[in-house]
């Protein structure tokens, strides 16, 4: 099954992690005082956090100056959105001999609870994870392929009843992130 994956709005666009950024080691002033220069960092928008890698661990931004210990010996930074975005993954099913071509369109609501693991594993996109989810039913694909014409209705509900079912019983397990199931929806095109 191939899934072309839309945002809300029409467009896809990078999320959760927006940028990431390797830093150079900070600079020192005239009295051997090491200061980050804001400039060097990715601009804070609204509903974002910037991640630091030090060390090996990311740790969220610090309240505070750009000279806190954590962000002058930063070896990179990332900037996570903390916003909560609904995704759609779109499917095309295979319809039986005779009838219209059918889109399965499932919505999910993801919202980071972990930046400090969403930086860490560097998840700018979250389709393939989705994708994968809903492909993790072999047998959806074959529900509606199968399916006389007078009975195509119940096999969408069918659909429908299947997805929701996956989503309470294990729902999507993505590291750092929260996601539920908001929308299924079975159209003809």
């Known amino acids: 099954m191939i899934a072309t994956a839309v945002e809300a709005g029409g467009r896809p666009l990078p999320f959760p992690v927006l940028v ?5 080691p900070a600079a020192r002033s005239w009295y051997g005082v090491r200061r980050r220069v804001e400039v060097e960092l ?35 930074v990332a900037l996570v959105d903390m916003r909560p975005r609904t995704l759609f993954v779109e499917v095309p099913l295979r319809p039986p001999p005779g009838a219209n071509q059918c889109l399965l369109r499932v919505g999910f609501r993801a919202r980071v609870v972990d930046a400090a693991t969403v930086a860490r594993v560097r998840l700018t996109n979250l389709f393939p994870d989705l994708d994968a989810f809903i492909n993790q039913s072999p047998r959806l694909r074959w529900l509606v392929t199968g399916t006389s014409l007078d009975r195509l209705d119940e096999a969408y509900f069918r659909i429908h009843q299947r997805l929701i079912a996956q989503c309470h019983a294990s729902p999507p397990e993505v590291p750092g992130m929260q996601i539920r199931l908001v929308s299924v929806h079975v159209t003809v095109v």
């Open 20 to 24: 990431e950024r390797h830093l150079r």
């Open 42 to 76: 990715p601009a804070r928008r609204p509903g974002t956090v910037r991640v630091f890698e030090v060390a090996g661990r990311h740790l969220v931004e610090p309240t505070g100056a750009p000279e806190a210990v954590t962000v002058v010996h930063a070896g990179s």
